[in-house]
C-alpha cells in the first residue's frame, strides 16, 4: 500500500530535476501521474516532447501509471486541457505540483519589459492557470492536494531576480489565500521552497573567486533534488489533510519552517504624525526591528546537512 494509493496527480515540469525525481516518487506510492513538461530551454526557448515522454516510460516501465502532456503552465487553456486530461486518461485529479519555471536574470535596471513578463508568465501566472484550472474539481469532490512551488529568492532575495523573486513571493500569497478559501472543502494548499541541484539552478553564472565555486559545487552537491521529493509526496496525501498555508524550505537533509509576516513592532502617537514626528519619534523607535538585506546564504549558511 502506498500513501498516495487511488490519487492522480499532475506534476508540470516533470520532465526534469525536481519535478521529475516527485513525479517518481508520487507514482512509486501509488499515484497515477501525468507528467507535463514543454521541453523548453532554461530561459523559455524551444520545446520537445523528450523530456515529458521520458519520465512518463520510466514510471511506465516501472509498473505505475503515467502520461505525459506537453503544454505550458503559462496558458490556462493548456492547463483546462492538462486536467481534462488527466480526469480522461487516468480518472481523475487529486494533486497538483507545479515546479515549472524558466529564468532571465538580469540586474533589475537592465531589465526588459519582456524578462519581466515571461518569468512572471511561467511561474506566477504558471502557478494562477493550473491550480485555477482544477480548484472546482477539487471543491466539489471535497478533496485537493495543492503544492505550490516559491524559492528563498521571493522570501529573501536575490541579486539580478527582480523578476523571478517577485514572481516567487506572489506565489506565497496565492498560496495562503486559496488555503484559507478551501479548507472546508478539505482542500490543502502549502508552498515548498526547494534548494536542488538542478539545471534551472546550474544556469545561474559560477562564482568568479574560486573558492565561492568551490564552495557552490559542494553546497550543490549535497542537494540533490531527489531529497525533495518525500516532502511533497507527504503534503499530497490524504494524512497532510491538516497541514495547509505553510511555507517550507528544504536543502538536503534539512527542512525549515518559515514564518509569515506579521507585525514585529507598533508605535503610536495621539492625534497622529507628522514626517517631522516620524523622523524624530517613530523610525529611531523601529530602527532596532529592521531585517537584514540578506540573501539565501546569510540566512542558510554554510554546507547543507545530509
Same mark, same amino acid.
Given at each position: 500500500?502506498?500513501?498516495?494509493?487511488?490519487?492522480?496527480?499532475?506534476?508540470?515540469?516533470?520532465?526534469?530535476?525536481?519535478?521529475?525525481?516527485?513525479?517518481?516518487?508520487?507514482?512509486?506510492?501509488?499515484?497515477?501521474?501525468?507528467?507535463?513538461?514543454?521541453?523548453?530551454?532554461?530561459?523559455?526557448?524551444?520545446?520537445?516532447?523528450?523530456?515529458?515522454? *521520458?519520465?512518463?516510460?520510466?514510471?511506465?516501465?516501472?509498473?505505475?501509471?503515467?502520461?505525459?502532456?506537453?503544454?505550458?503552465?503559462?496558458?490556462?487553456?493548456?492547463?483546462?486541457?492538462?486536467?481534462?486530461? *488527466?480526469?480522461?486518461?487516468?480518472?481523475?485529479?487529486?494533486?497538483?505540483?507545479?515546479? *515549472?519555471?524558466?529564468?532571465?536574470?538580469?540586474?533589475?535596471?537592465?531589465?526588459?519589459?519582456?524578462?519581466?513578463?515571461?518569468?512572471?508568465?511561467?511561474?506566477?501566472?504558471?502557478?494562477?492557470?493550473?491550480?485555477?484550472?482544477?480548484?472546482?474539481?477539487?471543491?466539489?469532490?471535497?478533496?485537493?492536494?495543492?503544492?505550490?512551488?516559491?524559492?528563498?529568492?521571493?522570501?529573501?532575495?536575490?541579486?539580478?531576480?527582480?523578476?523571478?523573486? *517577485?514572481?516567487?513571493?506572489?506565489?506565497?500569497?496565492?498560496?495562503?489565500?486559496?488555503?484559507?478559501?478551501?479548507?472546508?472543502?478539505?482542500?490543502?494548499?502549502?508552498?515548498?521552497?526547494?534548494?536542488?541541484?538542478?539545471?534551472?539552478?546550474?544556469?545561474?553564472?559560477?562564482?568568479?573567486?574560486?573558492?565561492?565555486?568551490?564552495?557552490?559545487?559542494?553546497?550543490?552537491?549535497?542537494?540533490?533534488?531527489?531529497?525533495?521529493?518525500?516532502?511533497?509526496?507527504?503534503?499530497?496525501?490524504?494524512?497532510?489533510?491538516?497541514?495547509?498555508?505553510?511555507?517550507?524550505?528544504?536543502?538536503?537533509?534539512?527542512?525549515?519552517?518559515?514564518?509569515?509576516?506579521?507585525?514585529?513592532?507598533?508605535?503610536?502617537?495621539?492625534?497622529?504624525?507628522?514626517?517631522?514626528?516620524?523622523?524624530?519619534?517613530?523610525?529611531?523607535?523601529?530602527?532596532?526591528?529592521?531585517?537584514?538585506?540578506?540573501?539565501?546564504?546569510?540566512?542558510?549558511?554554510?554546507?547543507?546537512?545530509?
Amino acid at each position: 500500500m502506498g500513501m498516495l494509493d487511488g490519487r492522480v496527480a499532475i506534476v508540470a515540469g516533470g520532465g526534469r530535476g525536481v519535478g521529475a525525481e516527485v513525479a517518481k516518487m508520487f507514482a512509486a506510492n501509488g499515484a497515477k501521474v501525468l507528467v507535463n513538461d514543454p521541453g523548453v530551454g532554461g530561459g523559455g526557448e524551444g520545446g520537445e516532447q523528450g523530456p515529458a515522454e *521520458a519520465i512518463a516510460n520510466e514510471i511506465k516501465a516501472g509498473g505505475g501509471d503515467a502520461v505525459p502532456n506537453f503544454g505550458s503552465v503559462a496558458s490556462y487553456e493548456d492547463c483546462l486541457g492538462m486536467v481534462q486530461q *488527466a480526469r480522461d486518461e487516468l480518472g481523475g485529479l487529486h494533486i497538483i505540483f507545479n515546479p *515549472a519555471g524558466i529564468l532571465r536574470d538580469r540586474m533589475f535596471h537592465k531589465m526588459s519589459p519582456d524578462d519581466w513578463q515571461d518569468v512572471i508568465d511561467v511561474h506566477l501566472n504558471g502557478h494562477f492557470n493550473v491550480n485555477r484550472a482544477a480548484i472546482n474539481l477539487f471543491r466539489e469532490q471535497e478533496y485537493g492536494r495543492i503544492i505550490m512551488c516559491s524559492s528563498t529568492s521571493g522570501l529573501l532575495g536575490n541579486i539580478g531576480q527582480a523578476n523571478y523573486g *517577485a514572481a516567487k513571493m506572489g506565489i506565497v500569497g496565492l498560496s495562503r489565500i486559496v488555503a484559507m478559501e478551501s479548507k472546508s472543502k478539505n482542500v490543502t494548499s502549502n508552498v515548498i521552497c526547494p534548494s536542488a541541484d538542478t539545471r534551472m539552478t546550474r544556469s545561474v553564472p559560477t562564482p568568479k573567486d574560486p573558492d565561492a565555486a568551490k564552495m557552490r559545487e559542494e553546497r550543490l552537491s549535497r542537494s540533490p533534488a531527489d531529497a525533495i521529493a518525500p516532502l511533497i509526496t507527504y503534503l499530497a496525501s490524504e494524512g497532510a489533510g491538516h497541514v495547509t498555508g505553510q511555507i517550507f524550505h528544504q536543502r538536503g537533509g534539512e527542512l525549515s519552517l518559515y514564518g509569515q509576516p506579521r507585525p514585529t513592532r507598533m508605535v503610536h502617537h495621539d492625534g497622529g504624525w507628522t514626517p517631522e514626528l516620524i523622523a524624530e519619534s517613530a523610525m529611531p523607535a523601529l530602527e532596532n526591528q529592521f531585517v537584514d538585506i540578506a540573501n539565501s546564504r546569510a540566512v542558510h549558511p554554510g554546507l547543507p546537512m545530509n
